[in-house]
């Protein structure tokens, strides 16, 4: 199992995605009238949609169609760079030893979600210079923000079910035998898959008409936040379902845990900073609070 990260080509490849799937999604119009174009008295309003925010107007459409040479290269860099991402994506020492394929898949869009964060945070910070150092607000960066942030929940949370890190309460799980905790495990899939299957059922019609009819948020910059987020709602939570069931076979026969504390700290950290203290001369004494309180308890005795 490979346990390095961080290589250029482990980056630049998520980040090529997220650009791809930007530029799908904000012209995903221009293939919605080729492939599959709406009702006659949608159509006028969705060519509008999609010529104000055009990137590449002079651009001629392939096919006899709408969409132009670059939004068939992002269409076809998408499912590459995918491929390329589960591919070469590496686990990092602290992450979760589990390498099926649908691990891969989940651990890439986590990089995916990193670089989104990245993105936010560039949007943000660009913003508030705008603002309080010019006096030139936009009218983009607040729904932008709101837009890849929605993204970044979504993602972020596949990425938690992989790595087992989503909120659960061991108080009655660590006491019983193993044979009880896959019962456990049995019903907490089962109810996930239940609910999933319930979502994307009762969703399903909903997300594919906002998506069809390109619904936008309202706003001066008017990002299709509807149209984008409802269908990846329904398709996160099915790759969810599809990890937790990945999750329960993977974890069938592994030895059983006990869930403490400590399973919060890292480890790697925590030697860094004993090297730390030991070379401000502290060595091996013991300097936590615990240790400190008591001391200062006997000494008020």
């Not at 174009?37 to 590449?56: C, E, I, K, M, Y």
């Not at 591919?87 to 989940?106: G, H, I, K, L, Y």
């Amino acid at each position: 199992m490979e346990e390095k990260s961080g290589g250029l080509w482990e980056w630049l490849v998520p980040f090529f995605f997220v650009i791809c799937a930007g530029w799908i999604a904000w012209h995903l119009p221009a293939f919605t009238l080729d492939w599959v174009p709406p009702d006659a008295s949608q159509v006028d309003n969705l060519r509008g949609l999609h010529s104000r925010n055009d990137v590449t107007p002079n651009l001629g459409g392939l096919f006899g169609g709408v969409a132009d040479l670059v939004d068939y290269l992002a269409l076809l860099g998408l499912p590459v760079f995918l491929f390329l991402g589960v591919r070469t994506v590496n686990r990092a020492p602290m992450e979760f030893e589990s390498w099926r394929a649908a691990d891969r898949v989940s651990v890439f869009l986590g990089r995916v979600t990193m670089i989104m964060i990245v993105l936010l945070t560039g949007v943000m910070l660009y913003e508030v210079v705008l603002r309080y150092v010019f006096e030139a607000p936009t009218l983009w960066a607040n729904e932008l923000s709101l837009w890849i942030a929605g993204f970044v929940f979504l993602t972020a949370g596949l990425y938690a079910m992989q790595q087992r890190s989503h909120i659960r309460i061991f108080l009655l799980y660590d006491v019983c035998p193993r044979w009880l905790q896959r019962v456990f495990d049995c019903v907490s899939t089962f109810f996930i898959v239940l609910f999933a299957g319930a979502l994307i059922y009762g969703g399903y019609g909903e997300a594919l008409d906002k998506l069809h009819r390109w619904e936008t948020f309202g706003t001066a910059f008017d990002p299709p936040i509807p149209a984008t987020l409802k269908p990846t709602i329904l398709l996160i939570v099915a790759l969810v379902a599809i990890q937790a069931i990945i999750n329960l076979i993977s974890d069938w026969n592994a030895e059983p845990v006990v869930h403490t504390a400590a399973d919060d700290i890292d480890e790697d950290e925590l030697e860094r900073l004993r090297a730390s203290v030991g070379a401000e001369g502290t060595g091996d004494i013991d300097v936590t609070r615990g240790s400190i309180q008591g001391k200062q308890t006997k000494a008020d005795d």
